[in-house]
Structure formats: structure tokens, C-alpha cells
């Protein structure tokens, strides 16, 4: 079974000493990422995500616990590991005077990749950059030198492709076309895993979500059922009268009254109907001059799953 899994994490615990103390980035994260998957870890700012993939490329060293890349320990087969990884990083880093093809020899020198093995200016194309490929990175834009990073970390074939926050500083026009190579590497075989604090990337490229705040895994499913979990509305309902108690008709709703005296309820699809809401209003008897709906955003649901992880 374990030959199905890209990534075995088990335990795993990362603590910053800095001068203020401890800085506790991960704690006992325990996750499986199957074999060909289009994995998306999925929190806010500050959640720990980078530390987490910065531990299974090798670029940052845990405090404790198991991490295998394709059944290699990063501890006893570190350099097995790394062969299997490509990391595209968050940070734009590069050297600014390298033109992009030297860029990807250099890294295909330093994986030991043959000369006939190597792909650069198929990689090149792939990413878009053919009429760029001798200019110096310096003279490249944001979206470009993000994916000469694309392009350095897919030299060496890996069977593990990470992007840190990938489309930060790209075009919309450019990220359909590094998607669309990424998917093709996918279903290729290729497993994908996908760092960013956007739902909504998240939910359009991937097949499984693992949600990841304050360093602790607080939900992990697929797709469908994590959607299902976060599809929450907040309906706000003004009266023309001010309200400053919840009606009785409110009890079994996750209802309060807001700052400015109207109701809020918080509305979840699956699991509550719309008319349950027009029953209350109903039989309050109070009239009502505005129904508004919003979507909850997505800090909100964080805070939401991470009280429910909390109190399972
Ligand atoms: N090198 C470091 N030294 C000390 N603290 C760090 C370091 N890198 C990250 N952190 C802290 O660890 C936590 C997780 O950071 P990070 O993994 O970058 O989160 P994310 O990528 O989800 O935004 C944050 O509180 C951050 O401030
Ligand atoms: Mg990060």
C-alpha cells in the first residue's frame, strides 16, 4: 500500500527557536498524499504551510517526527528524497544575471541528469519562455521568472511536483497556460501538491484538500466533501422595527443580532434549508424591510473548522 503513497508525514513537529523563544510552526502532522493526486494544502497566512513543504524538500530541517518522499526517508535517504521532489518556492529567488537556459543546465548539472536526458528547451517551451530563454533573469517580469521556477523544478523529472503559492505576481493569462502544463503532468503521472491560501484555487484545481491553521491539520478530504463542510452563507435579515432580542423563533438556529440590530443567521446548504429561516421571520411577526446573503469568507471558515477541530 505505502508504494501508493508521494508522501508519508507522521508526527512531524517543527519548532523556530528565535530570540523571543519557541516558535512552534507545526505540530504532530500526520498526512498521506497518494500517488498521482492534484493535492492542494490549503490555510491562511502564517498557517505553516511553507515549513511544511520547505521540510519534505530539504530545505528546512524538522524537530521531529517521519516524512517519506515515494517510500524514501528524508533522514536515512535523504538524497533518494530529494531526487523525487521538484519545489517551485514562494520566495522569486534567482540568480539575476543567469539567462534561463543556463539556469536549467546548471540545475540539470546539479541533479546529475545526463546531457541526452536533458529537456530544457522542451521545458522552456512548456512554461512559455522560448523568447526569453537567453535573457538574462534580471530582464524578466514577475510572472516569467515565477515560471523559470516552474521550468528549474521540473529538470530532473521528479515524481513529486510542489508549488509554493504558485501564482503569486502571475497574469491571468500566463496561469492558464502553467496550469494547463501542470494538468498535463498530472494526469501523466505526476504528483501535484499545491500550497495557497486561495479557496477558490484550491477548489478549481484540485481532487483533494487537506485545510492546514496554526500548524495543525484541521480537516482533510476530497474536494466534494471538504466544499460541502465550507459552503456556509451568513443571511442578514433587517426588521423596520430595531430589534434588540433574538425572537424565540430564532432558538434552533445558529442565529445572533449583529452591531447594527439586525439578525445574522449562518445558513449551511447540506445541512439546513432556506425555509427554516423564512419560518422564523414568519412566526416573529416582525416585519421585515431586507434579506441580504454573502458568502462566508474564508478566514471566517478557517476559525469555524478550527473550533470544530478543537472541540471533536
Ligand atoms: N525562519 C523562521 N524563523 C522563525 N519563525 C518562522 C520562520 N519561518 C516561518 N516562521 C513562522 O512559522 C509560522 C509558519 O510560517 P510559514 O510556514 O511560512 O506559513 P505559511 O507558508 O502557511 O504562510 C509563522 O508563524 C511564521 O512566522
Ligand atoms: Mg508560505
Request: with cysteine; net charge neutral; proline share 3%.
Amino acid at each position: 500500500m505505502e508504494q501508493n503513497l508521494a508522501i508519508k508525514i507522521k508526527g512531524l513537529h517543527k519548532a523556530y527557536k528565535g530570540k523571543k523563544g519557541e516558535k512552534i510552526a507545526l505540530e504532530s502532522i500526520d498526512l498521506e498524499i497518494p500517488r498521482g493526486s492534484f493535492f492542494g494544502l490549503l490555510g491562511p497566512n502564517g498557517a505553516g504551510k511553507s515549513t511544511m513543504i520547505n521540510i519534505m524538500a530539504g530545505l528546512v530541517n524538522k524537530t521531529s517526527g517521519l516524512v517519506e518522499i515515494c517510500g524514501h526517508n528524508i533522514d536515512t535517504h535523504p538524497k533518494a528524497s530529494r531526487m523525487s521532489i521538484g519545489i517551485v518556492p514562494q520566495e522569486l529567488v534567482l540568480d539575476p544575471f543567469f539567462p534561463a537556459y543556463e539556469v536549467l543546465e546548471n540545475t540539470a548539472g546539479f541533479y546529475g541528469v545526463p546531457k541526452n536526458k536533458r529537456r530544457t528547451m522542451e521545458i522552456i517551451r512548456a512554461v512559455g519562455l522560448e523568447d526569453k530563454a537567453y535573457a538574462e533573469a534580471r530582464s524578466l517580469s514577475g510572472g516569467m521568472r515565477r515560471r523559470l521556477l516552474v521550468a528549474k523544478a521540473l529538470v530532473h523529472n521528479p515524481d513529486v511536483v510542489i508549488l509554493d503559492e504558485p501564482t503569486a505576481g502571475v497574469d491571468v493569462e500566463l496561469r492558464a497556460q502553467l496550469w494547463k502544463y501542470i494538468a498535463k503532468i498530472n494526469k501523466q503521472g505526476t504528483t501535484i501538491l499545491l500550497t495557497t491560501h486561495y479557496l477558490e484555487e484550491a477548489e478549481e484545481l484540485c481532487d483533494q484538500i487537506a485545510v492546514i491553521d496554526d500548524g495543525r491539520i484541521i480537516a482533510n478530504d476530497s474536494k466534494k466533501n471538504i466544499m460541502k463542510t465550507i459552503d456556509r452563507k451568513i443571511v442578514t435579515i433587517e426588521f423596520d422595527q430595531v430589534v434588540k432580542e433574538l425572537p424565540k423563533s430564532f432558538g434552533k438556529l445558529r442565529a445572533h443580532i449583529n452591531n447594527d440590530d439586525n439578525i445574522e443567521v449562518e445558513f449551511r446548504k447540506g445541512k439546513e434549508s432556506f425555509n427554516e429561516i423564512l419560518v422564523a421571520i414568519n412566526k416573529s411577526k416582525l416585519s421585515v424591510c431586507d434579506i441580504s446573503t454573502e458568502e462566508a469568507d474564508l478566514e471566517e471558515v478557517f476559525r469555524h473548522l478550527t473550533k470544530a477541530a478543537y472541540t471533536n
